[in-house]
């Protein structure tokens, strides 16, 4: 059994807390640490958890009762418990986004760096979701030829928190396809514009601009667009367009069961964006503990993939200011992640 140390005890701790319970194999959670000693203890009752709760993230990420560590807590708060597995040597699984400034994601990719192993996964859960796995396997098989442009529609039926504001529009949603977008294609961003189209009066979310457009164009010339609501008001939508030089491969609607009825024939939406990437969230996290199990480096999104993502996510946010297109420069990918 893989012991595992929980850093944050929120929303997506107890996400992947139920998955680590009910559904996944081989690890149990033994140690648990929040800054609120109520969320600790809460998700160690509500899971009826055998789990000691730390005092702090060192003893924690030190305890010879862990071998692995989970990071969920808020998202400026993800470096410190890295930097300590690292050090530590001790495999390490963050949620999104890797942190929240181009510093922190360097200070962890140099710490992976200079144990010259790589110990990281980062949640981008969507590179695990069985639909954009078979998108990855159609294009890297050559079955629509080269790639050449795409859509993409990333809608929540109404923002998570009444703090959902315009950059959160980046970096808690299009942080996704930024993610998901150069894994499919294969090439590195070279620029990123955010447009703002004519806003939806049903928004209640006085600091949030949306809807917003907005296009990234890669190295070998192609262009992705990725439409952003958090008022849809429907329901979650994510979808998925490539298009290639003989065809085109895309994400399917989620299969629903047909209904007919009081005169329609029409197929349910989900309201809420827990579920389209319920199957992702357990397959990342059996990836984890499966690696971490055997000693191996984690397979999933690495610390460089959440550099890259952050610095297009910072470009993406300056782009949002002047609505023009934000040269994207990456520095060169060191030998550790190639
Ligand atoms: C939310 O914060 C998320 O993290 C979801 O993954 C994303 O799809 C959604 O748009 C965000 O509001």
Request: aromatic share 10%; charged share 20%.
């Amino acid at each position: 059994m893989l012991r595992l140390g929980l850093v944050g005890c929120g929303a997506i701790a107890h996400t992947h807390t139920a998955n680590i319970v009910n559904k996944l194999k081989g690890a149990q959670i033994t140690f648990v640490f929040d800054v609120f000693s109520a969320a600790a203890q809460k998700i160690v009752r509500d899971y009826n958890l055998t789990a000691k709760i730390a005092s702090s993230i060192d003893e924690l990420v030190n305890s010879e009762e862990v071998d692995a560590v989970l990071v969920c807590s808020r998202n400026d708060a993800h470096v410190e418990p890295i930097l300590a597995a690292i050090k530590a040597h001790k495999p390490v699984f963050s949620e999104k986004p890797l942190a929240t400034t181009y510093e922190d994601c360097q200070k962890i990719v140099a710490a992976e760096i200079e144990e010259n192993q790589r110990f990281l996964q980062v949640g981008f859960m969507r590179r695990y979701d069985p639909f954009y796995q078979q998108l990855k396997q159609t294009i890297d098989g050559g079955k629509i030829g080269k790639p050449l442009m795409g859509y993409c529609r990333h809608f929540t039926a109404e923002p998570a928190t009444n703090y959902f504001e315009t950059p959160n529009m980046i970096n808690d949603a299009f942080i996704h396809e930024i993610d998901i977008i150069h894994w499919l294609f294969g090439d590195d961003y070279v620029s990123v514009q955010v447009q703002y189209a004519r806003q939806n009066s049903l928004n209640k979310n006085d600091n949030l601009v949306d809807p917003q457009i907005a296009t990234v164009k890669m190295k070998q010339g192609a262009i992705v667009n990725t439409y952003l609501t958090q008022n849809s008001q429907y329901g979650y939508d994510v979808k998925c367009q490539i298009i290639g030089e003989k065809g085109i491969a895309e994400l399917p609607d989620m299969p629903k069961l047909e209904m007919h009825s009081a005169g329609k024939i029409y197929h349910e939406i989900d309201h809420d964006w827990t579920y389209r990437f319920e199957e992702a969230y357990q397959l990342e996290m059996q990836d984890f503990i499966d690696q971490a199990t055997r000693h191996e480096a984690p397979t999933g999104p690495t610390a460089w993939d959440g550099l890259v993502a952050a610095i297009t996510a910072d470009n993406a946010v300056e782009s949002q200011q002047s609505q023009q297109v934000v040269e994207i420069k990456l520095p060169e990918r060191p030998v550790l992640y190639q």
